[in-house]
């Protein structure tokens, strides 16, 4: 098994308190990866046996070796750590394709900071998993909720559109906050750029990270983006991959099923931890259209990349200026989300879900005005306006 994903999402805590039977060993220490690299491959089953690996990327031995003590019947499970999606997934099917199963693991949502005891899917996981339309999916919900759970929601939500879902955050004060942030970038540049290229010198691309930050939700230029950070495209498309490799960023792609219209092509670069973002972009104050639908997008995105892989989900544009922010593509159809930063929803918001709805047909499902009031209301038939919180909070 490999659990890969961003530094400090949990990943070691999640696979001692899993399997607390198996040895642990990490290769974050010189002396370990220089006694596993000796270690004869006849030995690995008798000597390392079932175990858990962290930073496995460090030692590119041990991937021929396991393979061995597993083909040989030596072993027959192992968990294997890491936060360069590079290297590890380079290195997994290069030696152990077919052998393991590859797990993800993201910055909370909210739907998992809200939970009690186990995990409870939000509201969002109905428009994935149910049949139906919006009509039918939200008219059982209630337009709004009162005492703790409203509380609870507020206080949650806000939390997480200022700090993010990094779990080491959670127990600390807001300066700690601050300064565990900054403390990560610095991290993350010395670490997992090392793993990823050979940069000898990080300011050019602490530079282009910020500037890349700073354009979370449009559209991605390369030139332009090259420009403003003084490199070339060449090295402005390595730089993205970097960031997309090590999980601080992901592309989301235009949606193509109506090939007869004009549609913009580039797809759009967006932040996966609003926190981090904001650390990024130095954007402490209000919650800004950037950050909102940075988040939006995001919570989408690790739920579907954890619960449901087969949904896919990318934005509507044309050339004339229709846009509709995030388009869910399920087995059973498509939705449509708007994201606003208003309190209270028009009819007018909902003009591009009517324009989108009219060229899906019949593979039209409904649409959704997400927004940051708290009444979960229809706005037309089969358009509802939905509150931010609302959407991904437990059921």
Known sequence: MLITGARQTGKTTLALQTYPELTYISLDEVEQRQQLR???TRSWGQSVGRAILDEAQKEPSLFEKIKFAYDRGDIDFSVL???SQILMLKRIRE???GRVFVFELWPLMLTEMMSKESLRP???????TREGSADELLQSQPATLLGEAAFDLERWLNYALTWGGMPGLLSQSDEERHDWLRSYTLTYLERDLSDLARLHDLAPFRRFQRLAALRSGQLLSYADLARDAGVSPG???NYLQYLKLSYQTFQLLPFFANQTKRLV???KLYWIDVGLWREQTGMWGDFSGALVETFVV??????IKTMRPSTDISFYRTHDGTEVDLVVSTAQGVWGIEIKT?????????????IFAKQMGERWRGGLVVYQGNMLQQIEPNIWAVPIGRLFSPI
């Open 38 to 40: 000796e270690l004869p």
């Open 81 to 83: 750590l890491g936060s």
């Open 95 to 97: 030696t152990l394709a």
């Open 122 to 128: 939000p509201l969002f996981d109905l428009f994935l």
């Open 235 to 237: 090295t402005a498309k």
């Open 265 to 267: 092509k580039s797809p």
């Open 298 to 303: 995001g919570e989408c995105y690790k739920w």
């Open 342 to 354: 208003s309190l209270q929803v028009s009819r007018s918001q909902a003009r591009s879900l009517r």
